[in-house]
């Protein structure tokens, strides 16, 4: 029997759509004469969505009861007795009611497919069980209904049901998804803008892998070898010389030439794990690629053009950028073909460019000969073991000898040559083998104790002998090397593994760096001083003479060096410079980020004050001038007029007397607040009751039960925020509030998302539409209220730059049912760092 097909409906959140477009589906494939039911649909009580249900075959549910509790459940049995061609199942995450034959509904659907009957299902992201976690690091919910990846991923078609986030927030405002009830909590919660924009972006990120994993699927089953140009991907070869810089810029402008391009770098090492390159110059490398916003990648093979073409089909790459060989003319000619041109034949149709670049064709150099692997004590015994075994190997042959004996002869010094290059090395073996040649021609070849040779044939073997020596001890010393050269190379790992695993550990990156650096290279002391003399970070102490190591690190602007990484203690080999080269690139790049928190710290401070001030220049040209006008009005009439009544002039003398009050009050607070300007007082952030807050200001405005509703949340915790300045916010905010409510109460609600609490204040006013939300802000906008004589507050241009001067925001909604919502959103007491 062939299995039915699924297709799932993917939505970002509820609400968006997916049952009504699952039954829209239906009722199409049903007027196409196909057999359809609805084998389960949640209307959650929509009724547009229960009018697309009318008219559709419909199995009726079964009832099971738990705990006294009856619960409606999709009617397996009664389904596959139908046996339709398709099944409408919504909500695939559901857990079915105990006593089910199984436990989720997503194990239903899979009965349903194994008795070739076709389902088309509904399903949210959040369900989705490998995204459990992301989500509920979003909207802080942990999600218990979650369907396994690979049921999902098993279906035959998946299709996103989108909507706008703006757009399903308006739906849930005009009450299309939830109860009115229901719709403020939903709102200020899960249905959050920035949780939606979030949600809807997993949603399409998830599909658009599924898509790529399909793609590779469908390639991998029907063996095409070729890349599928469905984007522009570019791979960039990097081999940690100096022409990367110039590799990866031409890569990304090639990349960004298409829209949703994207930039691969690639560095091939060889299976010994020793690399060619400089590990500073490729962590540089890797830093620009990253800002870039390409990816690094470091591959091994000792074929380095087919590594290069494997990993460019591995990641279906359309364009290969490789820099031109820095071989010059005759080492071509001796070494044959270059990587260049192999990549360019195994390439096939990905397209390759090879980029000259400044360090192109420098010319044949001869390779540099190069210290032993192995120490100096070990070259010495490799030597006395040669003079002292050479003799002894001697007599002991001589005594030995007999006309058969010279194979037997000739091997045992060929041993004694092995023995030799295993203790010292290549010198000491090739002595070995120069002497035992001698030696095997004075006492062993004819005409005996001279160093002639009689035989041609015996003057060939000798000189084989000699050769074969020479060879076997430079194999020796070659190995030798390459094990010493992978110790290294696996130390160096180690140190950077240690430098990174310090940082993540939360240790400061650059004190951790200098630390690990002194350790690992066994030195008196390091230290990183910056250009200015100021010491960054030390470890150790510095030796006595001074004698350092000095390397720059970072680069100013202006030119020269952002710091000084001093090394005390001994002299560094080039291996050990090879590694301080990565250190330094890494402190580099710790440096440069250090100084880009120090700016954004230093921006942050100055955009808070910025607020503040300009909503201070806004409170002195709006909020002084009522008060100033009465006062000077009061006192011109009590001097202007010499015959007033005992009343006039009480009612003048009691105008002039709020006046001048309110002004005071209203000039001391604006100074306290201004000096935060001029540094000498900053914003006051202590832990603050926002109950209390809320209380304070309704004390003040002298509003009664009447006109105000509480819901404020009792376990809420402090808010980070100075008290005088939320006051002033709140008092602002609920006087404009109050002038607009449209004679239902102000709802006054508190609340906490996450690490942010949250102060809603709701009215059942006019409201204001979404394009003039912005003119709200704007100083001396009152929106079409004419009563310039009604409260004394700063105005919603002051209160916004408060709350964001205190770390917060202000931001307006609609209420649902009509209205406006102001939300003042502030930090938890504690979240902010000191």
């Given at each position: ?134 989500v509920e690091q979003i909207t802080g919910i942990a999600q218990r209904e979650t369907v396994p990846d690979a049921v999902v991923r098993g279906a035959d ?151 290069l073409v494997d990993f460019a089909r591995s990641v279906d790459a359309t364009q290969l950028v490789i820099g031109v060989s820095r071989r010059g003319r005759l080492a071509a000619a001796l070494t044959g073909p ?497």
């Amino acid at each position: 029997m062939k299995r039915g097909r699924l297709r799932v409906l993917l939505g970002a959140a509820p609400g968006v759509g997916k049952t009504y477009e699952m039954l829209e589906e239906g009722r199409r494939l049903l007027d196409e004469g196909r057999d359809v039911v609805v084998a389960v649909v949640e209307t959650h009580g929509r009724a547009a969505t229960a009018a697309r249900a009318e008219g559709l075959p419909l199995v009726s549910r079964r009832t099971a009861s738990h705990r006294g509790v009856a619960l409606d459940e999709m009617d397996l049995d009664a389904v596959l007795a139908r046996r339709p061609d398709l099944a409408l199942v919504d909500e695939l995450a559901h857990t079915n009611a105990p006593g089910s034959r199984n436990g989720k509904r997503w194990q239903d659907v899979e009965e349903l497919r194994d008795a070739g009957i076709d389902v088309i299902t509904t399903v949210n992201v959040q369900h989705i069980e490998s995204l459990g976690g992301v989500v509920e690091q979003i909207t802080g919910i942990a999600q218990r209904e979650t369907v396994p990846d690979a049921v999902v991923r098993g279906a035959d078609q998946i299709e996103v049901v989108d909507l706008a986030p703006q757009s399903l927030r308006d739906r849930l405002s005009a009450g299309f998804v939830y109860p009115a009830e229901r719709v403020d909590a939903a709102l200020s919660n899960y249905f959050r803008l920035g949780n939606l924009t979030a949600l809807r972006e997993l949603a399409l990120l998830w599909l658009a892998d599924e898509v790529d994993s399909a793609l590779k699927s469908y390639r991998a089953e029907h063996d095409i070898r070729g890349s599928w140009q469905a984007r522009e991907r570019v791979v960039v070869a990097l081999t940690g010389g100096p022409e990367g810089e110039t590799l990866l810029r031409r890569g990304a402008r090639i990349a960004a030439r298409a829209t949703g391009g994207e930039l691969f770098a690639v560095h091939v090492s060889s299976q010994d794990g020793l690399r060619t390159g400089s590990p500073g110059a490729l962590a540089a490398q890797r830093a620009l690629v990253e800002s870039l916003g390409g990816s690094y990648h470091q591959v091994v093979g000792d074929d380095i053009p087919r590594t290069l073409v494997d990993f460019a089909r591995s990641v279906d790459a359309t364009q290969l950028v490789i820099g031109v060989s820095r071989r010059g003319r005759l080492a071509a000619a001796l070494t044959g073909p270059g990587i260049g041109a192999t990549v360019t034949r195994e390439s096939g149709d990905i397209d390759v460019h090879i980029v000259t670049h400044a360090a192109a064709g420098r010319g044949f150099a001869l390779p540099r000969l190069r210290g032993g692997a192995l120490s100096v004590k070990r070259r010495i015994l490799g030597f006395v073991v040669a003079l002292v075994g050479g003799p002894l190997l001697s007599l002991l042959l001589v005594a030995l000898r007999s006309p058969d004996s010279i194979t037997s002869d000739v091997l045992s010094y060929q041993l004694l040559v092995v023995v030799v290059a295993l203790i010292g090395g290549i010198w000491p073996a090739l002595f070995a083998a120069v002497l035992s040649g001698i030696t095997l021609d004075f006492l062993f070849v004819d005409p005996l104790y001279t160093v002639t040779i009689a035989d041609p044939h015996e003057a060939i073997a000798l000189g084989l002998y000699v050769v074969i020596a020479i060879l076997v001890s430079y194999v020796v010393d070659r190995a030798a090397r390459a094990a010493r050269v992978a110790r290294r190379a696996a130390a160096e790992s180690e140190l950077l593994a240690t430098v990174a695993g310090s940082v993540l550990r939360g240790e400061s990156a650059v004190p951790a760096m200098v630390a690990r650096t002194r350790e690992s290279l066994s030195l008196t002391g390091v230290r990183l001083v910056a250009a200015d003399g100021e010491v960054l970070a030390t470890d150790g102490e510095p030796v006595p003479d001074g004698r350092s190591t000095t390397l720059p690190v970072g680069a100013l602007p202006g030119g020269g060096s952002r710091a000084t990484l001093e090394l005390h203690g001994r002299d560094l080999d080039a291996s050990e410079l090879r590694l301080v080269d990565a250190i330094v690139a890494q402190l580099s790049a710790a440096l440069e980020h250090t100084d880009l928190a120090e700016t954004a710290r230093a921006a942050d401070v100055l955009a808070e004050t910025d607020q503040v001030r300009s909503a201070l220049l806004s409170a002195v040209s709006h909020d002084l001038r009522r008060p100033l006008a009465a006062a000077v009005a009061a006192i011109g009439g009590l001097r202007a007029a010499s015959a007033l009544s005992p009343g006039d002039r009480a009612e003048l003398l009691a105008t002039a007397d709020e006046s001048l009050a309110t002004l005071s009050r209203l000039v001391t607070d604006l100074l306290d607040v201004s000096r935060v300007q001029a540094g000498v007082l900053a914003v006051s952030l202590t832990p603050t009751d926002a109950a209390g807050s809320v209380l304070a200001a309704l004390d003040e405005l002298s509003l009664g039960p009447g006109e105000v509703e509480l819901a404020l949340d009792p376990e809420l915790p402090p808010l980070q925020a100075d008290p005088v300045l939320l006051q002033r916010v709140l008092v602002n905010v609920l006087a404009n509030a109050q002038r607009h409510r449209g004679g239902a109460a102000v709802r006054v609600s508190t609340s906490r998302l996450g690490e942010t609490a949250e102060i809603r204040i709701a009215d059942r006013g006019e409201g204001v539409a979404p394009e003039r939300r912005d003119d709200m802000f704007a100083p001396f906008q009152r929106l079409g209220d004419i009563d310039n004589t009604t409260g004394l507050g700063l105005g919603l241009a002051l209160s916004k730059g408060f709350t964001e001067g205190m770390g917060g925001a202000l931001t307006p909604e609609d209420t649902p049912g009509g209205g406006l919502t102001m939300v003042i959103a502030l930090p938890v007491a504690g979240r902010i760092d000191a």
